[in-house]
């Protein structure tokens, strides 16, 4: 079977730093998705890890340990556009890409 | 600028209704994906297919639903009868398999009264 878990909800300070953990159980994992999704849009692309470690892109950073399970995505210099859900997703044999609920983060001045 | 294109963006229908949602996805795209997004479940897979064949609709139910790509550049869910615990956002999203990332379309926001 396929788990995916992450946080309903967090709230973080503008200028902050915020991590959002997700943990995941799949058979024949292949990588790791982040999208980010403001409310009423559809989701965008953040970033995809397929080996352990850190990518970082920016203000926003992916990563992910796959002995674990485990992928956090580290958002910088937090700004009031950054309020949003934000989607992990595993993608897994026979091309299968699954998300988890999404953690809506809000952003406080 | 390309793009996943999904019509109609809302729909408005009454209880066992067939309500058809299509999808053109981006050119020289081979995958698609059909998703249904609720509150209370976040972004369901219902189907996808790789070049026109469908690999997974697991999660369909499979006595009301069904999807289909007739050619390259339309991919179509339909739901016969509709239900009220339908309405949801359906999203379609493309890519070009393997590792590439998933670009999604509008959605239909479909509400089944």
């Known amino acids: 079977g396929q788990n995916i878990d992450q946080p309903t909800e967090m709230t973080a300070t503008e200028g902050a730093i915020v991590q959002i953990n997700c943990t995941y159980q799949?058979?024949?994992?292949?990588?790791l998705f982040w999208y980010q999704q403001h409310a009423g849009e559809a989701p965008t692309f953040l970033s995809y890890?397929?080996?352990?470690g850190l990518e970082e892109k920016g203000r926003f950073s992916s990563f992910l340990s796959r002995s674990k399970g485990y992928s956090y995505l580290l958002l910088k210099e937090l700004q009031m556009k950054d309020s949003a859900s934000y989607l992990c997703?595993?993608?897994?044999?026979?091309?299968?890409?699954?998300f988890g609920s999404g953690t809506r983060l809000s952003i406080r001045p | 600028d390309a793009r996943v294109t999904q019509t109609p963006r809302h729909k408005v229908t009454e209880m066992g209704q067939e309500v058809t949602m299509r999808c053109q996805p981006i050119?020289?795209?081979?995958?698609v994906f059909w998703y249904r997004q609720t509150m209370m479940q976040g972004l369901e897979l219902l189907a996808y297919?790789?070049?026109?064949?469908?690999?997974?609709d697991s999660g369909m139910p499979k006595d009301r639903f069904s999807a289909e790509m007739p050619d390259a550049t339309l991919a179509t869910l339909k739901i016969q009868p509709s239900e009220p615990r339908d309405s949801a956002v359906y999203f379609c999203?493309?890519?070009?398999?393997?590792?590439?990332?998933?670009?999604f379309g509008s959605g239909t926001q479909l509400s089944v009264l």
């Open positions: 799949t058979s024949g994992f292949n990588g």
């Open positions: 297919f790789r070049n026109r064949a469908p690999l997974d």
């Open positions: 050119l020289g795209h081979n995958t």
């Open positions: 997703a595993a993608y897994s044999s026979a091309s299968k890409i699954i």
């Open positions: 890890n397929v080996l352990d």
């Open positions: 999203a493309s890519g070009t398999g393997g590792n590439e990332k998933l670009f």
